[in-house]
């Protein structure tokens, strides 16, 4: 098969899979560290693919995410004969059973790294065994975004026992003032979509800040293996200091 990944996870899902499958991604697809010395053509961003580049590739299936692509994009892919997988991910178990969906449909065996992933959420622990903690999970600065209802961040963070205060805003990624948020036990800063850093980020909550790696916590992939495990040791590095 030929196949064209416009969502960074599923791409890392299929070329670590599979990697011969895979031969257009987008420029946000950083991992495997590999792919351009694979052959594999970049077609521009998530939300702005270049159609006419991805059509030229002539892929038997092209991966796609609700969230993260446009409709319109998709219509016109569709409109030049495309056959156009999208997945929808907002929690844990789903993301399981999407990316064995992907799997299945790129006609891949069910691969080794996706049952450890299972089993390493099954097994996920409490941050905090004595109690559930409290967070905002900012993804963005100028202006102040953060995680609100329905994410899969969310999700990989609720079942880790943190929960964040901004969940069951009506937006899924609504914006908000640090000086107008709740007391809280942490401020989870990613590195991605925004690269929040120590001298970028921290300083702007009176809470404790942990930086975690961007993709344990929103990528649903290979990285899910780890995640649990990356997240837990972040998050109790801070909180124990």
Same mark, same amino acid.
């Given at each position: 098969?030929?196949?064209?990944?416009?969502?960074?996870? *599923?791409? !890392? =899902?299929?070329?670590?899979?599979?990697?011969? @499958?895979? &031969?257009?991604? +987008?420029?946000?697809? $950083?991992?495997?560290?590999?792919?351009?010395?694979?052959?594999?053509?970049?077609?521009?961003?998530?939300?702005?693919?270049?159609?006419?580049?991805?059509?030229?590739?002539?892929?038997?299936?092209?991966?796609?995410?609700?969230?993260?692509?446009?409709?319109?994009?998709?219509?016109?892919?569709?409109?030049?004969?495309?056959?156009?997988?999208?997945?929808?991910?907002?929690?844990?178990?789903?993301?399981?059973?999407?990316?064995?969906?992907?799997?299945?449909?790129?006609?891949?065996?069910?691969?080794?790294? *996706?049952? !450890? =992933?299972?089993?390493?959420?099954?097994?996920? @622990?409490? &941050?905090?065994? +004595?109690?559930?903690? $409290?967070?905002?999970?900012?993804?963005?600065?100028?202006?102040?975004?953060?995680?609100?209802?329905?994410?899969?961040?969310?999700?990989?963070?609720?079942?880790?026992?943190?929960?964040?205060?901004?969940?069951?805003?009506?937006?899924?990624?609504?914006?908000?003032?640090?000086?107008?948020?709740?007391?809280?036990?942490?401020?989870?800063?990613?590195?991605?979509?925004?690269?929040?850093?120590?001298?970028?980020?921290?300083?702007?909550?009176?809470?404790?800040?942990?930086?975690?790696?961007?993709?344990?916590?929103?990528?649903?992939?290979?990285?899910?293996?780890?995640?649990?495990?990356?997240?837990?040791?972040?998050?109790?590095?801070?909180?124990?200091?």
């Amino acid at each position: 098969m030929r196949v064209v990944s416009l969502v960074p996870s *599923l791409t !890392e =899902a299929v070329a670590v899979t599979s990697p011969e @499958l895979l &031969v257009g991604c +987008t420029d946000w697809c $950083t991992h495997p560290a590999d792919l351009a010395e694979r052959g594999v053509v970049r077609v521009r961003g998530t939300k702005n693919p270049d159609v006419e580049a991805v059509l030229a590739l002539r892929p038997d299936l092209v991966l796609a995410n609700e969230e993260e692509n446009r409709p319109v994009d998709l219509d016109a892919l569709r409109a030049g004969g495309l056959e156009v997988l999208v997945t929808d991910v907002r929690t844990v178990p789903q993301a399981l059973t999407e990316l064995d969906r992907v799997l299945t449909a790129c006609e891949l065996v069910r691969p080794a790294w *996706l049952d !450890e =992933a299972e089993k390493a959420w099954e097994a996920a @622990l409490p &941050v905090d065994p +004595t109690r559930r903690l $409290t967070a905002v999970v900012p993804i963005w600065r100028r202006p102040w975004m953060a995680l609100g209802r329905d994410t899969f961040a969310g999700d990989v963070l609720a079942r880790l026992g943190v929960d964040h205060v901004l969940a069951w805003d009506p937006e899924r990624y609504p914006r908000f003032d640090p000086d107008q948020l709740p007391a809280l036990d942490v401020v989870v800063l990613p590195d991605e979509p925004y690269l929040f850093t120590a001298d970028d980020g921290p300083e702007a909550f009176a809470a404790p800040a942990a930086l975690v790696d961007g993709r344990s916590l929103t990528w649903y992939g290979p990285a899910m293996v780890q995640a649990p495990g990356r997240l837990t040791r972040a998050l109790r590095s801070v909180l124990d200091a």
